[in-house]
């Protein structure tokens, strides 16, 4: 190892399989896909890049001067797969507009997704964009983005079934509750630091390492972490993991099912949890 040396950017994280939150934007934050023949131009590429080979994509949105995607790569480094992207609409653009200058500002930012529970809440912090910018009022407003993919339940540029399956088996279900959670306000995750924090890397813990300590609600977001803190007491908690239909759990397991939710579990986990279907879980929410 090099001694007094300044360290340089770590190694980004990469294997088959791996799931990241993508963020890149315009040279000095230049409004790049201003104009809706830039948007479509965006999105040609990716298909491209995609049809070529070796990711899934989950989602994105595309904004003013800068765009977002959950892609989940297959035969094809990260790296690859962006300069695809990057390259050809840089060219694409310098030459719709007669320019010759940086179109994008330094290294895309890629955020590896270690945990699936993650994903949730990570998809509609994506979808939100638009929102948070007061361009719209609601998130299915937003034309550019992959929600009318999930709403429309259609297959296509968007690999939807992967998160909609979290949601529940029955595809009817699953619809009802990706929309539910989409227009949902609840603050689920902060959005700051795990998804454009600087330092972050990486949502999630790797090999059994400790999550960045990052302004957490709690300390305990396991499901049994969340469910004592909804139950009165260790008696109910157990007897609510045993599966107890006592009347006077009732007002718990709705708490519990809230705050798991909010934390980004999945309907099957939460209710696996506490012994009861993903179905059940749905009517609880209900």
Same mark, same amino acid.
């Given at each position: 190892?090099?001694?007094?040396?300044?360290?340089?950017?770590?190694?980004?994280?990469?294997?088959?399989?791996?799931?990241?939150?993508?963020?890149?934007?315009?040279?000095?934050?230049?409004?790049?896909?201003?104009?809706?023949?830039? %948007?479509?131009? $965006?999105?040609?590429?990716?298909?491209?890049?995609?049809?070529?080979?070796?990711?899934?994509?989950?989602?994105?949105?595309?904004?003013?001067?800068?765009?977002?995607?959950?892609? &989940?790569?297959?035969?094809?480094?990260?790296?690859?797969?962006? &300069?695809?992207?990057?390259?050809?609409?840089?060219?694409?653009?310098?030459?719709?507009?007669?320019?010759?200058?940086?179109?994008?500002?330094?290294?895309?930012?890629?955020? $590896?997704?270690?945990?699936?529970?993650?994903?949730?809440?990570?998809?509609?912090?994506?979808?939100?964009?638009?929102?948070?910018?007061?361009?719209?009022?609601?998130?299915?407003?937003?034309?550019?983005?992959?929600?009318?993919?999930?709403?429309?339940?259609?297959?296509?540029?968007?690999?939807?079934?992967?998160?909609?399956?979290?949601?529940?088996?029955?595809?009817?279900?699953?619809?009802?509750?990706?929309?539910?959670?989409?227009?949902?306000?609840?603050?689920?995750?902060?959005?700051?630091?795990?998804?454009?924090?600087?330092?972050?890397?990486?949502?999630?813990?790797?090999?059994?390492?400790?999550?960045?300590? $990052?302004? $957490?609600?709690?300390?305990?977001?396991?499901?049994?972490?969340?469910?004592?803190?909804?139950?009165?007491?260790?008696?109910?908690?157990?007897?609510?993991?045993?599966?107890?239909? &006592?009347?006077?759990?009732?007002?718990? %397991?709705?708490?519990?099912?809230?705050?798991?939710?909010?934390?980004?579990?999945?309907?099957?986990?939460?209710?696996?949890?506490?012994?009861?279907?993903?179905?059940?879980?749905?009517?609880?929410? &209900?």
């Amino acid at each position: 190892m090099l001694t007094g040396a300044v360290m340089g950017r770590k190694p980004r994280v990469e294997f088959k399989g791996a799931i990241y939150h993508v963020i890149k934007r315009g040279n000095n934050r230049e409004y790049i896909f201003q104009e809706r023949e830039d %948007k479509e131009c $965006l999105l040609r590429y990716i298909e491209y890049a995609k049809e070529d080979g070796g990711f899934n994509l989950l989602g994105y949105v595309i904004m003013d001067n800068h765009y977002h995607l959950m892609i &989940q790569t297959t035969n094809k480094p990260l790296q690859k797969i962006m &300069q695809t992207i990057n390259n050809r609409y840089s060219k694409d653009y310098n030459k719709r507009h007669n320019r010759s200058d940086h179109v994008f500002g330094g290294r895309y930012k890629g955020i $590896l997704v270690q945990d699936d529970k993650y994903l949730f809440s990570l998809l509609r912090y994506i979808h939100n964009n638009p929102v948070r910018a007061k361009i719209c009022q609601n998130i299915s407003q937003y034309k550019w983005s992959s929600d009318h993919y999930y709403r429309k339940d259609t297959n296509g540029l968007v690999s939807i079934d992967k998160i909609l399956n979290m949601f529940s088996d029955d595809r009817k279900i699953a619809l009802e509750e990706y929309a539910r959670f989409m227009d949902g306000n609840e603050l689920m995750i902060s959005q700051n630091a795990y998804y454009e924090y600087e330092a972050v890397d990486m949502i999630g813990s790797l090999d059994g390492e400790d999550e960045p300590t $990052l302004n $957490l609600e709690y300390e305990d977001n396991t499901l049994d972490g969340i469910l004592r803190r909804m139950a009165a007491n260790e008696e109910d908690f157990h007897r609510i993991k045993a599966g107890s239909r &006592q009347r006077s759990l009732k007002a718990y %397991k709705i708490s519990y099912v809230k705050a798991a939710v909010e934390h980004g579990y999945t309907y099957k986990e939460i209710g696996k949890n506490i012994g009861v279907t993903a179905e059940a879980v749905n009517r609880i929410v &209900q």
